[in-house]
């Protein structure tokens, strides 16, 4: 079985959006058409290009979505820049599924949310909250918080309005960093609008961005009375094998790739303290 996890299967592309100035996202299919493979909201694969590179990427399309998956790459180094370059009709390779999924059907069942979301940060989330609006009558209310440098640089804006913000029982909160002619909404960081917002400390809540967005917002969701067995984030370590084999993500004993990447915070308090 762990064999076959790093076998690569190929995958063509039908179509790239420019979701920003530096994200696109890719709908990717099995030559044969169909999706290559079922995964769970949370996990992530490994995509590459022979004789490029490869990375680890969330799979940001819901499980829901029979016909394709698709992926929200970020341009920042080398096989995200080549991927950039591609055209729809070309061919990757992609191995997976990969990690710990949300726990979308068990833990979560029933739950209201407050999702947080800060830039790329959106890619795994989607997956959740697609999979919640096409079950909708498992989950509550949902409060969807996201941030981003620009309103350019918002990931998924289309969607956002067209169908998050149209689906009864959710609340869609948008911000930018710093204001804009065309922007009427909301203006400041993430961490701050979250605390603004005094969001029920009923909610379960799950977050993915940067590293400091994570860091403000966990405090803030704290001095509001929040705990850490009610929030949920995924980690993004540099990986290799995907399958805890490599030993390249490990932090202390666990690997992020086996044992995550999806984690409740009172799980990574087990975790040395550097991390
Ligand atoms: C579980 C998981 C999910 C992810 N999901 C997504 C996603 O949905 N979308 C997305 O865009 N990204 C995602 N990432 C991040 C993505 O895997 C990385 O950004 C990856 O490095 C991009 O590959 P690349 O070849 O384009 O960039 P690389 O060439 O690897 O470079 C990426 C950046 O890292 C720096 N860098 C290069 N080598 C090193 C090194 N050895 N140590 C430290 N820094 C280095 C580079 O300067 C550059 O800024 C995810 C990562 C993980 C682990
Ligand atoms: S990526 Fe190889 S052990 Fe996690």
Redesign the pocket.
Known sequence: MEKEALIPYVGLITDIRQDTPD?KTFRVVSPNGGKLFEHKPGQ?AMLSMPGI??????I?SSPTNKEFME?????????????HALEPGQMITVRGP??RNFPVDDEFFGKDFLFVAGG?GL??LRSVINYIRDKRENYGTIDIVYGSRSMQDLVDYKEIIDEWMKTPGFNVHLTIDNPQPEWDGHVGFVPNYVKELTPDLKKTVVMCGPPIMIKFTLGGLMDLGFSKEQIYT??????KCGIGKCGR?NIGNKY??KD??VFRFDQLDELPNEY
């Open positions: 994200v992530c590179s490869e990375a680890m990427i969330s940001t992926f929200s790459v970020k341009k920042c180094g080398c096989l995200s820049s080549a991927l990969y990690g790329i890619a795994p995924t980690m993004e370590l540099r990986m993500c992020v790739c995550g990447p």
